[in-house]
């Protein structure tokens, strides 16, 4: 399924099933309530697997139509981030309409929960952008269906750091295919946006002796990890032509587009980001013709995912982190499947998580 921008007049004559990122969802849910201000939607994706399980992105979108189209994108993603790493989860998001600065609190944050609780299971919401652990840990006075909250209150915490480790560990594998070694070692590595998984993940490779590059809007930001990590940074957005061996994406998505992708010039790309490819099919074709190789982004950003259902599970940090660590093999073998079917890693990737889908849901109604 190709997934873009689409149309505003378009969109208004179909503002759901004429969406091109509506891939047979199952539910939306759009929220509103006038007291509070809040303005959500609650995209479920597939429960073939189990319950829909995605964070909550609060975020000042230019239109509720892009708001739409984002949160579509996202909960058909962990669909298959949750097939592709072999979690009983099915797929979904939800999306807060607004500054997260100036617009959060205590009270939105109930009144989305009830939303949340409404659903009775089949949606359970978690952290994302805009979002905090306090934040989730507020929804929950109002509803079981959350995940991610603070340790002393008995959760897995912030996913963040599980993230990062496991976007290092797919990182590694898109090396050692496209290097022949894993070492990251003097690699040139451009990662842009350094929030909390940006942060964990630029630790990560400069202690292995990395050459990094980071990239953000907030230059504050930038000043501090530059000294605190001894790293080089690169202002603004004419980044793409930089020469790199492994570009990381790790801030909002479709960075990879008709735009950026005939200045793209790296070896690898291996980011954190959600929805990295504007058009997953036709970028994800000119990638391979380019011979850059792309470690898909729900594959490799799943430490988050796998973290969290640890919390639901009742497995020790030590457990989750292992699990994470298995995204290494996973991405050398999405690799290696699409070289042998001669499709991109993103469609072969997408291929391996559809399979076990309908296998499941072959065996569960047989």
């Known amino acids: 399924m190709t997934s873009k921008i689409i149309d505003t007049d378009f969109l208004k004559k179909d503002p759901v099933f004429g969406q091109l990122s509506f891939d047979s969802h199952e539910q939306i849910v759009f929220c509103n309530d006038k007291d509070t201000g809040l303005k959500a939607i609650i995209s479920i994706h597939n429960t073939v697997l189990g319950p829909a399980l995605g964070g909550t992105r609060m975020w000042s979108y230019q239109s509720e139509w892009h708001a739409l189209n984002d949160v579509l994108r ?23 309409i607004g ?18 609780n409404s ?40 996913p963040s750091p599980v993230t990062a480790y496991g976007v290092y560990m797919g990182m590694k594998a ?16 451009l990662v842009q946006g350094v929030g909390h998984v940006g942060e964990t993940l630029v630790k ?50 479709a960075t990879i587009n008709d735009k950026s992708i005939h200045q793209l010039n790296t070896k690898v790309i291996a980011g954190a980001a959600n929805n990295q490819l504007a058009d997953e099919v036709k970028h994800g074709k000119m990638l391979k013709e380019k011979g850059i190789a792309y470690a898909p982004d729900f594959l490799i950003n799943a430490g988050g995912i796998i973290n969290v259902y640890g919390e639901l599970k009742g497995y020790s940090k030590e457990e989750s982190l292992k699990k994470t660590e298995n995204i290494y093999n996973t991405t050398l073998e999405i690799f290696k499947y699409s070289d042998k079917e001669n499709l991109t890693p993103h469609s072969a990737a997408l291929n391996m998580a559809q399979n076990r889908i309908d296998n499941y849901k072959k065996e569960r109604n047989s």
Do not use: W
């Not at 600065?101 to 939303?115: I, S």
């Not at 990560?204 to 501090?224: C, F, K, M, P, W």
């Open 204 to 253: 990560y490779i400069t202690e292995e002796g990395a050459q990094v590059i980071i990239n953000d809007i907030n230059e504050s930001r930038l000043e501090e990890l530059s000294k605190k990590y001894n790293t080089n940074v690169v202002l603004g957005n004419d980044i793409y032509n930089l020469d790199l061996d492994i570009y990381a994406p790790c801030a909002l998505g």
């Open 119 to 158: 659903l009775s299971g089949k949606y359970i919401t978690a952290e994302d952008v805009g979002m905090e652990t306090r934040d989730m840990d507020v929804i929950r006075e109002v509803t079981p269906f959350v995940t991610g909250i603070s340790e002393h209150k008995g959760g897995s915490g912030n």
């Open 174 to 189: 898109a090396a050692k295919y496209k290097f022949g070694s894993e070492n990251l070692a003097g690699k040139k590595i």
């Open 99 to 116: 500054d997260a600065k100036t617009q959060k609190n205590d009270k939105l944050m109930r009144r989305f929960g009830e939303f949340v």
């Open 74 to 96: 996202l909960s058909r993603g962990m669909t298959y981030k949750s097939a592709i790493t072999g979690l009983n989860l099915g797929g979904g998001k939800a999306v807060i």
